[in-house]
Every structure is written in C-alpha cells, then in structure tokens.
C-alpha cells in the first residue's frame, strides 16, 4: 500500500469512529495493557501461525551474546553463507522471552541477523506488576536503554555476516516506543518499525529521522489514540519521511501478543506480512 493509500485508509477508520470520542493528540505516558499476560507454556505462539513453511531450526543458527557493557541479547542469524541486513528487535515491557526470542529466530529465517536485545539488565516480567516497575524506570531514565541500542547498531554493524548500512530497528508496544526513540537520536538506520508503540508527533523532533517507517496500529487502542496515530502520520509527511501507517479498525493495544485477551491472529498475520514486505522493500532492495 502507498503512503497516499496507508493516509487514506486511516481517514476511512476515523470515518468508522467518527460516533467515538477521540483523545487529543498528547504525548501519553503509555503504558502496555495489562490484560495481556506473556505466553505460557502450551498457549498459542506467534511463530505458530506465522510459520512461512520454515523450521527456523533448520534455518537459523542462534545463541546468547554479550553486545554491550556486560548485557547479554540474544542473536538469529540465518545458517549459511553470505552477508545479510539485519533488525535490532526490542522487546515488549515484559522483557527479553521466549516470545520474543522465538520471534528473532523467525524473523532470521527469512534472511536476516537480529538482535534481541535486553533493556531490562537480564531480568524478565511474568506479572503486569512487575512489567510495570521495569519499564517506569527506563521512561524515567531512558538515556542508558538509548545507549543500550545504539550499541546493539553499533555490534550488529561489526558483524562479518551483516551488511552494514542495512541495519534496521522493530519493536512492540514498550519496544516499537524505543524503536521510535532511537530513530529520534539520529542514529543512521535503513528503517523503524513500530508496532502500537509511544509516539512523538512534534515536527522538529521527528526531523531526525531520515529513514522510511513503517507503523502498525490498533484503531482501538485507548494507549495510542488514533488521533495521536493521525498526527504522527501527518506530520511525517510534512517533513518528507517516507512512511506506511496501518491502522486495524477493530482491534486494541497490543493486538499481536497470542496470550493477551486482545490477540488478533488474523491482523497479526497481516500486519507480520506487511512488515516482511517493508523489511523487503528497505533492506534487500
């Protein structure tokens, strides 16, 4: 979908809403839904419907690595020969689990090296109480998550396999808010992807970023209001940044968690689709 098309079809779903009262675009403290509860074991995992026909076993090598002042991420990377683009991945407010891991070797298996990295100092939420205390202290000092990431850039660029200029970043909810962020630094990356995460919508601000978005959103989502989502998408467009903006009318935050009361498969499906595309497009092209 252009980016005419991706404005068009979120000024059809304001249409849809138009009965709903809609927020005032601000800049929220966001906070992930705390109905939604990492996956268990036995529960439903994305890679299980994402599955694109690859046993990422037999596709990706992967393994836990030291990328920062003692932090250890965990890194996908497919098992052959050749240099690759690669995705740093950022983690929900849950922290780095087995979620997202099984979704960095998923992601590796379609030809690129990503790196999962950890905001959280090795710990991991199980609890939205717990979540909650971890990502307060990152938004209340985010300077060392931000170094945190670009360093993960920085170790991913050094690597033999990975094609240093296409480096991108992906993060969900908590993350796609500091995929945001680390786009706002103006550290050199191919693309940022954002999945219902924290937004920016002042212009100078967003005049750092320099490579193409790509954003996925819930229409009912009461963290990230459309009308923020607008604004956003607006105001890129005024500074000149390529983007694609998604919106899925009928669904909330956090959508694409398969353990959460708001999980939609069918979305997810589609909104993971659209993002190996943007994926495609900005860092194989």
Aim: with cysteine.
């Amino acid at each position: 979908m252009s980016q005419l098309n991706s404005l068009v079809a979120i000024i059809a779903i304001v249409s849809l809403l138009a009965a709903c009262q809609i927020r005032p675009s601000a800049a929220p403290d966001v906070q992930d839904n705390n109905n939604v509860e990492p996956a268990k074991e036995g529960e439903q995992k994305n890679v299980d419907m994402l599955d694109s026909g690859k046993n990422a076993d037999d596709y990706v090598f992967a393994e836990d690595v030291v990328y920062y002042d003692g932090t250890t991420g965990f890194i996908a990377r497919p098992n052959d020969d050749g240099t690759f683009p690669a995705v740093v991945m950022i983690h929900e407010w849950w922290g780095l689990n087995d979620n997202i891991k099984d979704m960095a070797r998923q992601l590796a298996a379609e030809g690129y090296v990503v790196l999962a990295v950890d905001l959280y100092d090795g710990q991991v939420a199980t609890d939205a109480a717990k979540a909650g205390e971890l990502v307060s202290a990152v938004r209340q000092n985010p300077e060392p998550a931000l170094k945190n990431l670009k360093a993960a850039v920085a170790y991913l660029r050094s690597q033999e396999d990975v094609i240093p200029e296409k480096v991108a970043s992906l993060g969900w909810c908590f993350g796609g808010g500091m995929s945001l962020q680390l786009a706002l630094t103006g550290t050199p990356l191919a693309a940022t992807i954002i999945y219902y995460g924290s937004l920016e919508t002042n212009a100078t601000k967003l005049a750092a970023i320099k490579q193409p978005v790509l954003g996925i959103f819930g229409g009912k989502d009461t963290s990230i209001p459309l009308a923020s989502v607008m604004e956003f998408n607006s105001t890129l467009g005024q500074i000149g940044t390529p983007r694609d903006i998604y919106v899925y009318p009928e669904v909330g935050h956090a959508f694409a968690n398969p353990s959460g009361a708001n999980y939609a498969p069918d979305e997810t499906k589609d909104a993971w689709d659209k993002t190996l595309s943007f994926l495609e497009k900005n860092l194989k092209q």
